[in-house]
């Protein structure tokens, strides 16, 4: 089959791409990436190896431009759109696979226009404002969060699976923020270090680039010892060694600690796009499998009962949230179309 990826922005569409689209060479398929000239989509895949081809298109974001700009906005799309629909044909593809973000817009556009089967995998528990529009055109819907025929398993790298194993109790806590870091949970890190040290528990922190000397500096006046990363691509190993964790649930950092079975206390980003980190982290709460607050003060109380609590009972749960092999299965019902 000839499969046309499309979608980013953001990392966390991107690596749905880069996943599905390694599943989909690894099984003979030929594959072309069509993203935007905005957002992270060439930093990802301008010098990749693995798709056959790559376009980037000038587009940026519409739902966040008001006025001239949104016009602005939709002008380019519809000529992405015009773009993608001869790229499309071109490549001879037999479907169009699309991972969300403003990035998607034109090759999915052009994917209904050309009556190109459209598959969507969305990301969220939120559906994104163009998965919503497009899902009544698409052959498929992919998501985590509903149940039926629609479910999937989160595609997740399968190191997260290897490693995983069941919590019994906190000796090591992890801080995620984000690629980017996140002030509050760094701020929330440093408040609770000394309680933390105080219960010989290890301390990881990844905090953002633009935080590191900062958190680094608070650390190291307290006298605390805790390995500080401002950014760094050993995630999996981190959480390998870590029995609990503190962070943002943006969708493939919630199901990376699901798959690696860390009980996570989430704390979801309050400006994040119709708030769907916070309903991210509710799927799994209502699974009885983790803690969430919104981010406020007065957290430390809860996030020290959560550390001290039956763990292994979260962990447990967990484990019948994922399963392996969450991008291979999707790329099956792909072929079967």
């Not at 089959?1 to 690596?15: A, S």
């Amino acid at each position: 089959m000839n499969l046309v990826f499309t979608g980013g922005g953001t990392g966390g569409h991107l690596v749905i791409a880069l996943s599905l689209a390694q599943i989909a060479r690894e099984r003979g398929h030929r594959v072309m990436f069509i993203g935007s000239t905005s957002g992270q989509d060439r930093q990802w895949f301008a010098d990749s190896t693995l798709f056959h081809e790559t376009h980037f298109l000038d587009t940026t974001g519409v739902v966040n431009k008001s006025g001239m700009g949104k016009l602005g906005a939709l002008w380019k799309v519809f000529k992405a759109s015009m773009k993608s629909r001869d790229l499309i044909q071109s490549f001879h593809a037999d479907a169009v696979v699309s991972v969300g973000g403003f990035s998607a817009a034109p090759a999915a556009l052009a994917a209904v226009v050309s009556r190109v089967p459209l598959y969507i995998h969305e990301q969220n528990a939120v559906t994104g404002k163009l998965n919503r529009l497009l899902r009544p055109y698409a052959k498929r819907f992919f998501s985590s969060y509903e149940e039926g025929e629609n479910h999937c398993d989160y595609p997740v790298n399968t190191r997260y699976f290897e490693n995983a194993r069941i919590r019994t109790e906190v000796k090591t806590v992890i801080f995620l923020g984000g690629s980017q870091g996140a002030k509050f949970i760094n701020d929330l890190a440093i408040e609770i270090s000394p309680w933390l040290q105080e219960k010989g528990i290890h301390i990881i922190h990844q905090c953002g680039m633009k935080e590191e000397e900062r958190v680094r500096a608070a650390y190291h006046t307290m006298g605390i010892e805790a390995e500080v990363y401002g950014f760094t691509t050993q995630i999996a190993e981190l959480c390998e060694r870590s029995d609990f964790a503190i962070s943002r649930s943006g969708a493939s950092t919630l199901w990376e600690l699901c798959a690696a079975k860390i009980p996570a206390f989430y704390i979801p980003f309050p400006y994040a796009a119709a708030d769907h980190q916070y309903h991210n982290a509710r799927y799994v709460i209502d699974h009885n499998a983790g803690w969430c607050e919104r981010q406020n003060e007065g957290l430390v109380v809860k996030l020290q009962e959560a550390i001290e609590s039956d763990i292994a009972a979260k962990s447990k749960a967990l484990e019948k949230l994922i399963a392996p092999e969450g991008a291979a299965h999707i790329i099956e019902k792909i072929e079967k179309q």
